[in-house]
């Protein structure tokens, strides 16, 4: 079964700093990968996935995730964070031909000092 | 893409009893997921909801312990039956929406459950 890693459980950062989450996952095949944000008291939204083609992908909000093959990677950048980034932020892995489900990883709870 | 309203949203209940979650989704959908948050930890999956089967349930969940319907293409309910307070955590029902490109899944409010 596929299994996903995030490495850093807790992250702060001051207004302007750049952020980058970590995302690691294990499964060989074709995988469909997506990063959902929580913010506090609220649903999951949907930054950003990646299915195919460009691995820079471009979501909401000003972030972006790159997708390296080779390293099993999809990592979450911001050039520049905000006090209103202070969220928990979910990698997730559909992997194809193993069900129609999701796989997130343990989550990463950003704080964004003003 | 698809709107889920949950209900519902939170609720205290006493151990040894049942909680009955209902997700109802706005358009028909084939696939619906039923989730369990736990206190300050990621998303697991419970089990995944077709119309008109019985649920696929993941490891260490039981139809027992988490009896799921499914009688209709827009609607399942997800029972937490004979609650302790290990049960206490945010379950979320997700349905698949789309197709590619817009392929995705959305998410529910989820439903913050304390078990006393």
């Known amino acids: 079964a596929q299994s996903v890693s995030q490495h850093n459980h807790h992250v702060i950062l001051s207004e302007a700093a750049s952020l980058e989450l970590g995302c690691n996952y294990s499964?060989?095949?074709?995988?469909?990968l997506f990063w959902y944000v929580q913010y506090p008291g609220q649903h999951l939204q949907l930054l950003l996935k990646?299915?195919?083609?460009?691995?820079l992908v471009k979501g909401i909000k000003g972030f972006e995730a790159e997708f390296i093959k080779s390293k099993f990677s999809f990592n979450l950048r911001k050039p520049s964070v905000q006090w209103s980034d202070t969220a928990e932020y979910f990698c997730?892995?559909?992997?194809?031909?193993?069900?129609?489900?999701?796989?997130f990883g343990g989550g990463t709870r950003l704080m964004v000092k003003p | 893409s698809a709107v889920i309203s949950q209900k519902p949203s939170r609720d205290i209940c006493q151990r040894g009893t049942s909680l009955t979650i209902q997700c109802q989704v706005d358009?028909?959908?084939?696939?619906m997921f039923w989730y369990r948050q736990q206190p300050g930890q990621s998303l697991t999956l419970i089990a995944t909801?077709?119309?008109?089967?019985?649920?696929?349930?993941e490891s260490g969940f039981v139809i027992d312990k988490f009896p799921i319907s499914r009688p209709n293409l827009t609607f399942s309910t997800l029972t937490v039956s004979n609650m302790s307070p290990e049960d206490s955590s945010i379950y979320l029902c997700?349905?698949?929406?789309?197709?590619?490109?817009?392929?995705?899944?959305?998410f529910g409010s989820g439903t913050r459950l304390t078990v006393v």
């Open positions: 997700s349905v698949e929406v789309g197709t590619f490109p817009l392929w995705g899944y959305t």
């Open positions: 499964y060989g095949g074709t995988v469909n």
């Open positions: 990646y299915f195919s083609g460009d691995p």
């Open positions: 997730a892995v559909n992997a194809e031909n193993a069900g129609n489900m999701l796989t």
């Open positions: 358009s028909q959908v084939t696939m």
């Open positions: 909801a077709n119309q008109g089967s019985e649920a696929t349930y």
